[in-house]
């Protein structure tokens, strides 16, 4: 059976702040989507990471079909329109636009798709972040699929002996996706020189080389370039197929373990390490730190079964541990050198308007 697997998240409406959603409008959204999207839509999970809803779903009307993305644009709308009533902060924070166009990309809303022909059993993983962008997926993407370290299945499994395509998208280009299509292991030191600059090159998406079938999708927009301001960071989301001709479970995961050090935190303007979180966990100290949650699924015929937490284990609470003393220790450093974001990358307009009038009173210096 072919279905399309999309995930599309925003930020809406939070308690006190950026912590949560409230219940009533996630029970909001639960109620659009299941009224408005009967007969539409195959199957539909809601759930949240920080102050992010998402919408997980199945159907077969392809990526990018304007029927889904209405539909989730919508339930957004309607999630807002709760949050105004409750007096939640940042309503509507991520609906940039005052009409639907006919897509959701370059809204404000994340949007990761993948349409693929199930196989026997079809797991998948499903990733949302928040307090940071989508650059913070590309070192566990890259450990994953192109680095036996980690992925083990790339020395032992013949199905993944050819290695993956990976497909990089330019963020800082803003007349169009600017993408280039690189091959592991042949590529691998040309894909690792992009991937370590998070904040311009970003994966948007990997193929399998054994037979085309897509592995993972992003949620990589040219979104803070194409506002031209700051509108919160991108808080991504990302699907993964595992087991097979892909990484299995485990070794997608394994990467997450480090606490990899990734821009957002406190107005989207410092550095952080990326802490994995249970599932509908909330955001605290200093806005973050950054988060990222990942709910594991099995499909068969469009359909769901539960989700199995893939950070709900007593192994990730040594992780989150660490993190949490990396985060401390950065923090400490306050505004000074690599605990906050260069000036090029700072997205709060004030700095912007300071630096300019601090600008105008450098002189310079006349020679004796």
């Not at 924070?93 to 370059?106: E, M, T």
């Not at 605290?284 to 989700?307: I, K, M, N, Q, Y």
Request: proline share 5%; hydrophobic share 40%; glycine share 10%.
């Amino acid at each position: 059976m072919k279905i399309t697997l999309s995930v599309i998240k925003a930020d809406v409406g939070s308690i006190g702040g950026h912590i949560k959603p409230s219940q009533k409008l996630l029970e909001r959204v639960n109620e659009y989507v299941t009224q408005e999207g009967s007969g539409l839509l195959i199957d539909h999970y809601i759930g949240h990471t920080g102050d992010d809803v998402a919408i997980l779903c199945t159907h077969q009307e392809g990526v990018g079909a304007r029927k889904v993305h209405k539909l989730a644009w919508e339930t957004f709308k309607k999630g807002t329109e709760v949050a105004k009533e409750e007096g939640l902060y940042g309503a509507g924070q991520d609906l940039l636009k005052d009409s639907f166009s006919g897509n959701v990309k370059g809204m404000g809303p994340g949007v990761a798709e993948m349409e693929f022909e199930e196989r026997e059993n079809e797991p998948f993983l499903v990733f949302c972040a928040d307090k940071t962008d989508p650059g913070a997926y590309n070192l566990p993407l890259y450990l994953a699929f192109a680095d036996p370290m980690h992925c083990s299945g790339l020395m032992l499994s013949p199905k993944m002996a050819r290695g993956f395509k990976f497909t990089i998208m330019d963020v800082e280009y803003t007349r169009g996706d600017r993408v280039v299509e690189l091959n592991a292991p042949e590529d691998i030191y040309d894909i690792a020189a992009l991937l370590r600059d998070c904040e311009r090159f970003v994966v948007e998406s990997i193929h399998s080389r054994e037979n085309g079938e897509q592995a993972a999708a992003v949620s990589t927009t040219r979104l803070h370039n194409i506002a031209g301001k700051y509108t919160g960071k991108d808080d991504p989301a990302m699907l993964v197929r595992v087991q097979g001709l892909f990484p299995a479970t485990g070794e997608v995961l394994s990467p997450f373990a480090i606490g990899h050090y990734v821009a957002g935190f406190m107005r989207g303007s410092h550095v952080g390490p990326l802490m994995p979180v249970k599932k509908n966990s909330v955001i605290s100290f200093f806005d973050g730190p950054p988060v990222v949650s990942c709910l594991a699924f099995c499909v068969h015929e469009g359909r769901f079964t539960e989700p199995a937490d893939g950070f709900d284990q007593p192994y990730w609470d040594w992780v989150r541990n660490n993190v949490s003393r990396k985060a401390t220790e950065l923090r400490q450093q306050g505004f000074f050198g690599s605990a906050m974001l260069p000036y090029s990358e700072l997205e709060y307009g004030g700095i912007v308007v300071k630096m300019e009038k601090i600008n105008k009173k450098f002189k310079v210096r006349k020679k004796k």
